[in-house]
């Protein structure tokens, strides 16, 4: 932009390109991001349009998508995995409590801030709906590999479809490839229109809380798929410790109440205090991008 000297990613799309369902998608994609705004959601900065064209301009996301991410990795650590799990979960809870749903999530479609300590940024929003809850639709939608198998099978679907596609994610980023991948699309559709459950590879080890949310997230029939009050609230997801700028605040409160306990003479309330205290340390550093802050945060935990 030349005004602020920013710098912007512009989604083009040509005018003769697009039938009615493509019209559909754009101008619902443009109506949802212009009104929400979220430190894990892209951002709409504005929209522009000429004869032949209509432009998108976007925030920039100089880290690249979380599917080269993966690939140029091979596998996440588990940690990492979980780090960027956070991320997202507080995205889409953004969403749901907006009754929007994506239906179309998948690592092409996740962007990353910046190459190094990159922030999530859930982006194209081009088949999301405004959907309640108890919504149900028909519509087939998204892509196939991240795909849910109702949706798969052309069954009436809700917004739950949105979490198997974060389990194929989470899959995909810690075993290296997606639960269903295929040589081609009937293959790909027979695997996920099978009733056998998804297996989770044996290796890499991962933790009991990240074993037990895959398979919840990748049960077949959506009335026993987590739902997203037990997704939020899963031990692995952890909302509550999420890094972020509230998380210097919360962790400094809580010293400052262990300290009048220890003052008290409450040495056994003091301990619980300072340990939950540290709980919150820990994301504030991986929230910390600058380098004094961050150092004057580990001295903090120190002392």
């Known amino acids: 932009q030349r005004d602020t000297r920013e710098v912007v990613a512009v989604k083009c799309v040509s005018k003769r390109s697009l039938n009615r369902a493509s019209v559909e998608n754009l101008l619902t994609e443009i109506e949802i991001l212009k009104t929400i705004r979220h430190p894990h959601i892209v951002e709409l900065k504005d929209f522009q349009w000429d004869s032949d064209h209509i432009y998108l301009i976007m925030e920039f996301c100089a880290g690249g998508d979380l599917s080269r991410f993966i690939r140029m990795r091979r596998i996440l650590p588990e940690k990492v995995a979980r780090i960027f799990l956070q991320q997202l979960a507080c995205a889409l809870k953004f969403l749901h409590d907006h009754n929007i749903s994506h239906l179309d999530l998948k690592p092409q479609n996740i962007l990353l801030s910046a190459p190094e300590n990159p922030q999530l940024k859930l982006a ?37 479809v949105d979490l198997w596609s974060v389990g194929v994610i989470l899959y995909e980023a810690l075993f290296g490839r997606p639960p269903f991948a295929s040589r081609s699309f009937a293959e790909l559709e027979e695997k996920i229109r099978s009733d056998r459950a998804v297996e989770l590879p044996s290796r890499p080890l991962l933790s009991p809380e990240c074993r037990d949310l895959l398979g919840q997230l990748l049960e077949r029939d959506p009335l026993k798929r987590i739902s997203f009050e037990r997704f939020f609230a899963h031990p692995f997801v952890d909302m509550e410790h999420v890094p972020g700028p509230e998380s210097l605040c919360k962790a400094t409160n809580l010293v400052v109440e262990a300290v009048r306990k220890d003052q008290e003479g409450d040495a056994s309330a003091a301990l619980s205090l300072y340990c939950r205290a540290l709980e919150y340390f820990v994301p504030a550093l991986h929230y910390e991008s600058d380098a004094r802050r961050k150092e004057a945060i580990r001295a903090k935990v120190s002392q």
């Open 124 to 160: 194209d929003f081009g088949f999301a709906q405004y959907m309640s809850p108890w919504d149900e639709k028909h519509v087939l939608r998204g892509s196939p590999l991240y795909m849910a198998p109702e949706m798969v099978c052309r069954q009436q679907y809700d917004a739950r």
